[in-house]
């Protein structure tokens, strides 16, 4: 087994060396995240070896005990409820276009996260760390800082949301701390490039979908998430998102009561050199009843490089990816995505 020097005494590297060892799991597994508030250090060392196999064989898992008050989550579900409840025009006025920087609605069949289908079958509602218009960076055109956009006579929806925001922040340090530790690094050891984090909020709507369904128009097209980790919160009792394993089969995601999902995302990949792995993942809303998730999507700093960490290459296995910024890593996937607004979008979503 190898042992890697660190800040903090030696680690042991459990499946030997870098190369991931995917498996064709069918369960995804569940990681107790309390030690990272209360534990002694052997505590913490078992909990990022758990981490750490989580991370390389699946790239999913689901926490517990992430100190998240259930008030919290509860509250935003329904504020979401009653958001997506208005009617199209009164969100619309909203609209993620109207910001410059990715805030606000979007609506049905707007976005479309996998390229090659028509469209997802969902809505959603964006925000990210508020950063004033006047701020430096807004100034300079790193698009991805900027004030948020809200409805002006919803308070509760912004209210509960902005607190929902801050409780994610909180839990991504801790959650920081974990994947520093499960990657044989000093626990805070990315704490300085999380200063002015990408820190996006979402909250989505899934319509149900009847009888059979076009597999190029589901509630979300499989895709990766871009950034290092997402945090994803489902309403309890509604089964859709599915994530895809080792051996190309689709593995149910169900929601467990007190659990968030985290998945690893394309810039941990990189960071990791792909020891860690970015799955992919997709959800289609067969339940008869309405959806509603929250993803929490959490990257560095715009200006961080994101580049593999010294602990993920060696010899025989050179760094597979450019250095890039967080920022730019982010941008150029989200032009992907969002490529298809105006026309074109229009003439699918009449013909459906
Ligand atoms: O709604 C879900 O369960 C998944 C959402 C998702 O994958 C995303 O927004 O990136
Ligand atoms: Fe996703």
């Given at each position: 087994m190898k042992v890697l020097e660190t800040g903090n005494g030696a680690r042991a590297m459990k499946n030997?060396?870098?190369d991931p060892q995917r498996i064709s799991f069918e369960e995804i597994p569940i990681i107790d995240l309390e030690p990272m508030f209360s534990g002694d250090a052997a505590a913490k060392a078992k909990l990022a070896e758990d981490l750490r196999k989580a991370c390389t064989e699946v790239g999913f898992l689901y926490i517990k005990?992430?100190?998240?008050?259930a008030e919290v989550l509860e509250g935003t579900f329904a504020a979401a409820e009653t958001y997506f409840g208005q009617p199209d025009e009164v969100k619309m006025a909203n609209?993620?276009?109207?910001?410059k920087n990715n805030r606000g609605y979007a609506a049905m069949l707007?976005?479309?996260?996998?390229?090659?289908?028509?469209?997802?079958l969902h809505e959603s509602f964006d925000i990210a760390l508020?950063?004033?218009?006047?701020?430096p960076d807004v100034k300079a055109g790193k698009v991805l800082y900027g004030p948020n956009q809200w409805p002006s006579d919803m308070p509760e929806f912004r209210k509960a949301l902005e607190t929902y925001h801050a409780e994610m922040l909180k839990l991504s340090g801790h959650l920081l701390h974990a994947f520093a530790l499960a990657l044989g690094?000093?626990?805070?050891?990315?704490d300085d490039m999380v200063g002015k984090p990408l820190a996006t909020l979402r909250v989505l709507h899934y319509p149900p979908q009847f009888g059979?369904?076009?597999?190029?128009?589901?509630g979300i097209g499989a895709h990766s998430d871009y950034e290092c980790f997402t945090i994803l919160a489902q309403k309890e009792g509604i089964s859709a998102l599915q994530v895809l394993n080792a051996a190309g089969e689709w593995i149910a995601a169900d929601p467990i009561p007190g659990c968030f999902v985290v998945n690893v995302g394309d810039q941990m990949a990189r960071w990791t050199n792909d020891l860690f792995a970015s799955t992919v993942h997709r959800a289609i809303n067969r339940s008869g009843r309405e959806r509603y998730s929250i993803p929490f999507f959490f990257g560095p700093n715009y200006d961080t490089l994101v580049e593999a960490l010294p602990s993920c290459v060696d010899e025989d296995h050179p760094a597979k990816y450019p250095p890039v910024t967080s920022g730019d890593y982010v941008n150029g996937r989200f032009a992907a995505t969002f490529a298809h607004y105006g026309k074109d979008n229009e003439a699918e979503a009449s013909a459906h």
């Open positions: 030997g060396g870098l005990n992430h100190h998240v008050p609209h993620v276009s109207k910001s707007e976005e479309n996260t996998d390229p090659t289908a028509r469209g997802d508020d950063v004033p218009a006047d701020d690094l000093e626990e805070t050891y990315f059979e369904i076009d597999d190029r128009q589901i």
